[in-house]
């Protein structure tokens, strides 16, 4: 089982529509999580970072952790154009000193 | 405007010349790496620093060096480049090694021929 999974996609949304992505992790003492967005042969920037179960909001961005399911969330809401992008969950696993990423959704958000 | 930046952005170059992608950080941070970055693989992490002159492997050193001689600077050496280290590359540095955003550079395309 990979430590960090993701849909591949694409996961395709209209514009002003939610977009729900998901990430799902194995290692049950993870403790920190992040989501990066990544343009197109681009660097990861960071959208939002969670630590403790529950939700997260900033802005139009909602981080969603549940420890119990080892999931974790990120919603977008009134999609826009620009939003389109690969978004990569990353995170601290309970043994491990570095961010173990996955391997990103690509989002596309369409007219 | 803090920021690492990495040189060169795009590269191509011929099996087994030896070649440096540079890496330098502006936030005084302790803590930093180097990923590549492959289709369907995700970024992995080839080798990381916890400090100056602490260095160690991450998931995928195998035909990578690495330096940390000034906290700034964390030089990633190809020795003898091979076609399969053609990646999209990523230097990146956080405050400390555990619970801490990463901070990218803009990436170095290598392409090896």
């Known amino acids: 089982q990979k430590e960090v999974e993701q849909n591949s996609g694409p996961l395709s949304v209209p514009e002003g529509a939610i977009a729900s992505l998901n990430c799902t992790y194995s290692?049950?003492?993870?403790?920190?999580f992040f989501w990066y967005r990544q343009y197109s042969g681009k660097s990861p920037e960071l959208i939002m970072f969670?630590?403790?179960?529950g939700d997260k909001e900033d802005g139009r961005f909602t981080a969603q952790l549940n420890k119990a399911s080892q999931y974790v969330s990120l919603l977008i809401r009134d999609s826009q154009p620009s939003d389109s992008a690969t978004y990569l969950c990353?995170?601290?696993?309970?043994?491990?000193?570095?961010?173990?990423f996955g391997t990103g959704t690509r989002l596309q958000v369409t007219l | 405007e803090a920021q690492v930046t990495q040189n060169p952005r795009y590269l191509i170059t011929v099996t087994g010349k030896k070649l440096t992608v540079t890496c330098s950080q502006n936030?005084?941070?302790?803590?930093m790496s180097w990923y590549r970055q492959d289709p369907g693989l995700g970024l992995r992490q080839i080798y990381y620093?916890?400090?100056?002159?602490?260095?160690d492997k991450g998931d995928v050193p195998e035909g990578y060096k690495v330096s940390r001689k000034e906290k700034r600077n964390f030089p990633l050496i190809l020795e003898s480049p091979s076609p399969n280290q053609t990646s999209l590359y990523f230097c990146?540095?956080?405050?400390?090694?555990?619970?801490?955003?990463?901070?990218f550079g803009q990436g170095t395309r290598l392409t090896v021929v």
């Open positions: 969670i630590y403790s179960n």
């Open positions: 990146a540095s956080q405050s400390s090694w555990m619970n801490t955003e990463a901070f």
């Open positions: 936030m005084n941070h302790e803590y």
């Open positions: 290692d049950r003492g993870s403790q920190s």
């Open positions: 990353a995170l601290y696993t309970g043994t491990a000193s570095k961010l173990t």
């Open positions: 620093s916890m400090n100056v002159e602490v260095t």
